[in-house]
């Protein structure tokens, strides 16, 4: 998952159609997420119909979010709100809010808390800025 999540600049984003944050909202959130620290590797945002926005290639996001999305769910018998997953070779993090997930995966030995806090603010203003978005599970 590390390797294939890494950022690809100038990916596009397909239109979904689906009421939610639109193309430069969710890139928006993105780029902001990315600027907290450099020891973010990449992410992506995902609505009800996949993914919205990433730091990289769309299919390889959707891809793993998906993976880690299933097996947080798996180990939590149910639609997981947060996970986090640490490795030799960095950390992945999966949480969904109000209708939304977000994915990202860092460096080793990042603050997990502040991580997660940063995640949920993201998800959370992108939520507010569109009060039409359908609340499920991402």
């Known amino acids: 998952m590390f390797q294939h999540v890494a950022d690809q600049q100038g990916s596009e984003v397909p239109a979904t159609g689906a009421p939610g944050p639109d193309r430069s909202q969710a890139d928006f ?6 600027s907290l620290s450099t020891e973010i590797r990449g992410c992506a945002i995902l609505g009800p119909t996949g993914i919205l926005a990433a730091s990289g ?13 299933e097996a947080a769910d798996a180990a939590a018998g149910g639609a997981a709100s947060q996970t986090h997953v640490a490795t030799e070779e960095g950390e992945a993090y999966a949480v969904r809010l109000e209708g939304l997930g977000m994915v990202a995966v860092t460096d080793r030995f990042t603050l997990a808390s502040l991580v997660l806090a940063d995640m949920r603010a993201a998800l959370r203003g992108l939520s507010r800025a569109n009060p039409h978005v359908v609340r499920e599970a991402a």
Request: no cysteine; aromatic share 10%.
């Open 57 to 69: 290639d769309l299919a390889a996001w959707g891809t793993a979010a998906a993976g880690l999305l």
């Open 29 to 34: 959130a993105v780029a902001r997420f990315r």
